[in-house]
């Protein structure tokens, strides 16, 4: 081993969950592995840190994983993630909405009680609720093959197969044709409460949808389905305890870690991929293959500049669509807040919003330049699971604006002075703090006594801490049905290939998408075993 280069099995570019899984995999596997992220520590969009004040943890970006303790990772490697130190805490009430004029509503981990509850609110919306999640159970096996599953595989297409022969041709177009629909179409075809409807519809956000989206009914469903089965896990004491578990499990099993190294360029030739060359001229050598976890735009237009690649892909990706950006806010709160309801202290992640329609709006307000005038806002209380979190007594509140232009072209309230630039400012940040914090307190009227400290990352800021989050989108791309499962990041793609031989894209912006399930970690990692 020369002093300019390292020679690894798999060279992993990029430390987010999708890195870790697949790392870990590889490395329990055999495979010498290292992993290699630009910034001090690994986890990408997982992190935790005491923003506002000592003794308060906060997840700064994302939060929650029931995406993560309901896939295949984790059932293969619960003992090891265990033994590592990772341990979960939950709630039966994962999610709750607030509207604007105080009426609220929540979802427990109960069927039979949310059926009764949402009866009580609009007769028939309970047994309409019951009848979408017999339809997500009715069509499990496909659905979540086919937004789970490696898309161009065996296992897919025997599924499909299975579907074709039990239902026909009939059957599976039916399946296909619901499966587009959007969000809207389903609850008002379903509930008769807005209350009902504002529950779920702020959902689709999470999926990098808005609620009029094509295929974003079936994402609601689904998650409607996976709230009641999972609830809301987060990780005791901080997120940041899970990359640790990852790091270890690494670690123990020969895995090398390099933190603080910029990768500057994934090295060809012949159309193979040789190294991850760092910035300081340092060679990471693959022999079986390199793994970005990156951006689409960083990986082929920036690590890959200097690669023969195919114009027509070169094209596709530029071209590649981010999505709206992202606000975190975090609270440090001296007691809990009084919201309308007293079970609303319980609950995991709320929705303030006016309902499907506000919903819609904030997103085509967003979609279209401008600062939403009345945000959906994600409040999430992670103490009401974890005191660890904060000190004895104490909470934090985690606050999410999920509709929020990158670029900024106006705002839609016409209170918040606008530069010709349309860039994030400190200053655009902390007035739309105040709109949203203004909001919260006349739906709970102690905030501002309770309010200890607040820190706020504007949608640049979170790209500052993340480079792949362009814009502060923290989707890693559009997730319309154009840019999405087969055509995710180019059309074309065939699972996590590149066009470079020895070469994988894993990460949000390739199949199955963004969320904290380790999904495209997980696939690939099965293929390079």
């Given at each position: 081993m020369s002093n300019t280069s390292q020679t690894?099995?798999?060279?992993?570019?990029?430390?987010g969950i999708n890195s870790l899984v697949c790392a870990a995999r590889l490395a329990i596997a055999g495979h010498k592995v290292a992993v290699i992220e630009r910034n001090d520590r690994l986890g990408g969009c997982i992190r935790t840190d005491e923003l506002t004040l000592p003794g308060f943890k906060h997840d700064t970006l994302s939060g929650f994983h029931p995406l993560f303790v309901s896939s295949p990772t984790y059932s293969e490697l619960n003992n090891e993630l265990s033994n590592a130190g990772l341990k979960y805490c939950n709630t039966p009430y994962p999610t709750g909405v607030i509207l604007d004029d105080g009426r609220s509503l929540v979802l427990e981990t109960n069927r039979q009680a949310n059926i009764e509850r949402f009866n009580s609110v609009a007769a028939g919306d309970g047994d309409a609720y019951a009848r979408a999640l017999a339809s997500v159970e009715k069509d499990a096996e496909l659905t979540f093959s086919l937004l789970g599953g490696a898309v161009w595989s065996f296992p897919t297409l025997k599924v499909l197969g299975k579907t074709f022969v039990s239902r026909g041709i009939g059957g599976l177009t039916d399946y296909f044709g619901s499966a587009i629909g959007n969000c809207r179409t389903w609850l008002e075809g379903d509930f008769n409460s807005e209350l009902v409807r504002a529950l779920f519809a702020p959902w689709v956000l999470h999926a990098g949808l808005g609620p009029d989206a094509s295929m974003?009914?079936?994402?609601?469903?689904?998650?409607?389905?996976?709230?009641?089965?999972?609830g809301m896990p987060i990780v005791q004491g901080g997120s940041s305890h899970f990359v640790a578990a990852?790091?270890?499990i690494i670690t123990s099993h020969g895995g090398e870690i390099f933190k603080g190294t910029h990768i500057d360029e994934i090295e060809v030739a012949n159309n193979v991929a040789q190294s991850a060359v760092a910035s300081s001229g340092l060679r990471y050598i693959g022999r079986k293959g390199i793994i970005c976890n990156v951006a689409p735009t960083q990986l082929y237009l920036h690590l890959l500049r200097n690669a023969s690649l195919d114009s027509g892909i070169i094209e596709q990706i530029r071209n590649y669509r981010y999505g709206r950006g992202d606000m975190q806010i975090h609270l440090a709160l001296k007691e809990p807040l009084a919201w309308p309801d007293p079970i609303l202290q319980k609950v995991a992640m709320l929705h303030i919003t006016p309902g499907l329609d506000g919903v819609s709006r904030a997103v085509n307000e967003a979609d279209c330049g401008m600062l939403p005038g009345t945000a959906t806002i994600v409040a999430a209380q992670p103490?009401?699971?974890?005191?660890?979190?904060?000190?004895?007594?104490?909470?934090?509140?985690?606050?999410?604006?999920?509709?929020?232009?990158?670029?900024?072209?106006?705002d839609a309230a016409g209170e918040i002075t606008i530069g010709s630039d349309g860039v994030w400012t400190p200053n655009i940040r902390d007035a739309y703090v105040q709109r949203i914090l203004q909001r919260l307190e006349k739906l709970a009227p102690n905030l501002r006594n309770a309010l200890l400290d607040v820190k706020a990352l504007s949608p640049t800021d979170i790209e500052k801490l993340n480079i792949n989050l362009v814009g502060g989108d923290p989707y890693c791309g559009v997730c319309s049905l154009d840019q999405f499962m087969l055509w995710r990041p180019y059309k074309g793609v065939r699972n996590h290939r590149t066009p470079i031989k020895n070469l994988?894209?894993?990460?949000?912006?390739?199949?199955?998408?963004?969320?904290?399930?380790?999904g495209s970690g997980f696939l690939a990692s099965e293929s390079l075993k």
């Open positions: 690894f099995d798999f060279v992993i570019v990029g430390s974003s009914g079936l994402m609601g469903r689904v998650m409607a389905f996976s709230l009641e089965q999972l990852f790091e270890a103490t009401a699971l974890d005191p660890m979190r904060a000190p004895n007594g104490k909470h934090i509140l985690w606050i999410q604006l999920q509709e929020l232009p990158r670029k900024i072209k106006g994988t894209h894993i990460g949000a912006s390739t199949h199955p998408g963004p969320g904290l399930g380790g």
